[in-house]
């Protein structure tokens, strides 16, 4: 299999890059790492007339922290960058938790956080990590850059708002408050596979507190969900076991499984059910440990 | 019948102008020109008559397609050729030596470590990469590393002691 033909542009610079797709007037595709769009041109899911390489830009592969916790993760930055990550392991412990579950080994070399996000399949984990995290991005375009929150970023099953002469220079997270801590847990009938279902926590400590917490789920929607009621219902408090089966109910609510090749609806809600309980009693732990 | 290659090679009437791509390959300069297109895959097997690169699956799961790209494993069927101008590329053709097998290809042989041998050229890439990091892994640490590579044979327990063998072997243990 081989994709339909395209015009190729490997630009040096952002701005080269955006004018390159202000030119291609929507028919231009950014292309990072490729581990999603090169399968879809293959199978002709997508015929883009021109590919905007971005992989030559210098400056786009760091992810750094912030003297005040922010943290920023750039375009070219690769899942392998993040799973062996020393400061994401010690900062950030939901992002740490995914990154090893990102599709496979090879592709990690390759696949791009970023390119995930603007990507926006409805199974794409990253998505439900930064939505818990309450992350952005931040896209430049030829007259240029903005914010975009992650939930604002996408509009539906594999689109996004940027604009055609926009490119996603930067994910970012934003500095906790207070201390934090997370999950990630993916149900994958094999590595590599797409989640049956995956469930994102990030929640911020304070005083033995739940100062802000942030809950969302991967493949049980047409795009990630935000369930922002189970996690409002761990704020505020400790963890106990009470609270933690009343947002693992309302995440289960939250989810819009639908029956397929990977399980039925009901074992899909149930997944997150287990799931979102299973990663708050971690952190519960985890604090009467610390305490 | 026509060869890939030769059906994907740049069409007189197509607006789509052709690319000439250098290229490290096994650490000898080579050059192509090519459509933007054309997988790094197809270059490498129908281009270069390496055919050391075998493509499984062609949908970016299997890994029997794996080479280093600048030293790191990735799946070429899911790049493009045009993507390695200016990079290295290593090919399975470009681990033993005129006389000398690479260690992780005696290993696959000491240890069994192959059935059919499609998989093994990308398993024994991906191994490589794995030793050049890791010189002494786990066998744990085996497996994670080759969790992006599929065996149809199945004949993973003794892939694993190849590459472990291997590792030994490069140790000097």
Known sequence: MYPSRFRYEAPRSLEEATALLRDGGGEA????GGQSLIPLMKLRFAAPEMLVDINEIPGLDSHQVDADGTIRIGALCRH????????????????????????????????????????ADPQGDWASVITALGGHVVAQGSSGRRTISM????????????????????????APKGTPAGGYLKLERRVGDFATA???????????????????????GPSTIDATDAAQAVVGGALTAERIAHAAELAAQAAQPRTDHRGSAAFKRQIIRTFTARLLTRLASADEKAA | ?????????????????????????????????????LLLAHLLRSGFKL??????????????????????????CTMLAVQADGHEVTTVEGLATASELHPIQEG?????????????????????ALLD?????????????LSGNLCRCTGYQNIVKAVLWAAAKQRGA
């Open chain 2, 51 to 76: 055919t050391g690169t075998h493509t499984g699956c062609d949908t970016t799961n299997c890994g029997a397609c794996t080479v280093l790209f600048d030293g790191k494993p990735v799946k070429s």
């Open chain 1, 198 to 220: 995956g469930v994102a926590v990030a929640i911020e400590w304070s005083g033995g507190s739940i100062t802000r917490a942030g809950i969302a789920l991967t493949g049980v």
């Open chain 2, 1 to 37: 019948m026509t060869s890939l290659f030769e059906e994907i090679t740049p069409d007189p009437a197509s607006d789509v102008p052709v690319r000439r791509v250098t290229l490290t390959l096994n650490g000898e300069r080579r050059a192509a020109e090519i459509e933007p297109r």
């Open chain 1, 151 to 174: 939930t604002d970023l996408v509009s539906g099953p594999f689109q996004n708002v940027l604009a055609s002469d926009e490119i996603v220079v930067e994910a970012v997270v934003p």
């Open chain 1, 29 to 32: 595709k950014v292309l990072a």
């Open chain 2, 108 to 128: 696959f042989k000491d240890a069994h470590g192959l059935q059919c041998g499609f998989c093994t050229p990308g398993m024994m890439l991906t191994a490589k």
């Open chain 2, 133 to 145: 990091e890791n010189p002494d892994p786990t066998e744990d640490e085996v497996r994670w590393a």
């Open chain 1, 80 to 119: 392998a960058d993040l799973e062996h990550s020393t400061v994401l392991a010690s900062k950030q412990p939901t992002m740490a938790a995914a990154a090893p579950l990102i599709a496979d080994p090879i592709v990690r070399n390759r696949g791009t956080l970023v390119g995930s996000l603007c990507h």
